[in-house]
């Protein structure tokens, strides 16, 4: 936490023109290169975004902003630009593999909703020159901007070559491999909830709790691991609660989002299958499972922000294998779910794997995925 506290302060000296001569500015290694970059402004249009803005990492490196979407989806760089899709966290980001086609045909890993971006030096390239988010016209915009800050010029060419801007695209490279390796440390990825302490024996789980985390690895009663587990034993650590595959699991359209985002009423998000890619059929609808890490505090819910409430995230899996006339009802809008914006390629045979769950189960799921929060985020909780 030293070096983040440092490097902090070192923004807010840049940011005030404290700090201005060659000669006085840090020697950097690329964390902290990364680090300085992922919280700085300048990286968008009109200096108004970081990454951080984003993925914020008092909120669970998540958007914790509010906006005309209920922040179901990000405004832009630009003050009046909204996303289509929900701004993942960028908590344990780091485990998903690079984007491939694994043996057995199935799509895994990869960075975004729809893995469009290979691993994250890749992801860390998007946000800003696309129009809607940070805005940069160009990466030699960008880099042309970058090389005039006294502190990059002199960081960039002692970690990365002396000539590194003479090639905008190898610049802008060095830029994003430096935000990837900040994205890599233990910041983004500390590993201290009440479930890692639970399984080091630092922390006792409640009863209900307890019961949660029972009915969250049970083949019998939901299978919720079927998708949120990527080591092979339930009390293994390091886990991330995903096995970073691609499921549609028929979410509805974010109706309230798309009326305001300037997105066509008759568009379709075909998740994977917009992956540049994927040109296979049978993939429109899927998206990348994400992971649970924190995901009690970084709501609102699924790709497109639909839900509000991680409760209401049980409820519209248990729809799936309840016949009960309740539970055909979405609490938030207290009318049926919603049809699926795709709907082929649902995963049945997963959804419909386990009996109708009563309240009593479906508030212990909830009370088990609060204990997968960071320590620094329990505060958070409600």
């Known amino acids: 936490m030293k070096c983040f506290i440092y490097l902090l302060s070192l923004s807010t000296l840049l940011s005030t023109g404290t700090i201005a001569a060659d000669t006085e500015q840090p020697l950097l290694n690329k964390v902290q290169l990364g680090q300085q970059l992922f919280f700085d402004t300048r990286l968008s249009a009109n200096r108004s975004q970081s990454c951080a803005t984003c993925h914020a990492p008092q909120a669970g490196f998540a958007d914790p902003r509010q906006n005309d979407a209920n922040g179901a989806v990000s405004l832009g760089d630009d003050g009046h630009s909204l996303g289509n899709r929900n701004a993942p966290t960028a908590s344990y980001a780091m485990f998903s593999p690079d984007f491939q086609l ?11 909703h729809d893995g469009r971006a290979k691993n994250l030096q890749a992801q860390a390239g998007g946000p800003p020159t696309n129009p809607i988010e940070m805005g940069m016209p160009s990466t030699a915009a960008l880099m042309a901007r970058l090389q005039k800050i006294p502190l990059y010029r002199k960081n960039f060419t002692a970690l990365y070559g002396a000539d590194i801007f003479a090639q905008p695209d190898a610049a802008y490279n060095a830029m994003t491999d430096s935000i990837a390796a900040f994205e890599r440390t233990e910041e983004f990825a500390p590993f201290d909830s009440k479930y890692d302490r639970f399984l080091r024996g630092e922390y006792k789980l409640t009863p209900q709790e307890d019961l949660g985390r029972t009915l969250f690895f049970s083949q019998q ?11 092979a034993s339930p009390r293994a650590e390091g886990e991330t609660f ?3 595959e691609y499921h549609n699991i028929g979410v509805p359209i974010n109706q ?19 992956n540049p890619a994927v040109s296979d059929p049978a993939q429109a609808g899927k998206f990348k499972v994400p992971t649970l890490r924190n995901v009690a505090v970084t709501g609102p819910y699924m790709h497109n922000g639909v839900f509000k409430d991680l409760r209401t995230v049980v409820l519209f899996y248990n729809k799936y294998n309840s016949r009960s006339p309740v539970r055909q009802i979405n609490p938030e809008t207290e009318q049926p779910w919603a049809a699926p914006e795709v709907q082929q390629n649902i995963s049945l045979k997963e959804l419909e794997s386990g009996p109708a769950l009563a309240d009593q189960r479906i508030d212990a799921l909830v009370a088990f995925m609060k204990t997968l929060t960071d320590k620094r985020y329990e505060a958070l909780l409600d």
Do not use: M, W
């Open 102 to 112: 694994t043996e057995e045909g199935v799509y895994k890993g990869g960075q975004f």
């Open 221 to 231: 009663f939901t299978n919720c691991n079927q998708c949120h587990q990527l080591k």
């Open 256 to 274: 309230q989002a798309r009326a305001i985002n300037g997105v066509s009423p008759d568009f379709i998000d075909q998740g994977l299958l917009d």
């Open 242 to 244: 995903s096995n970073y």
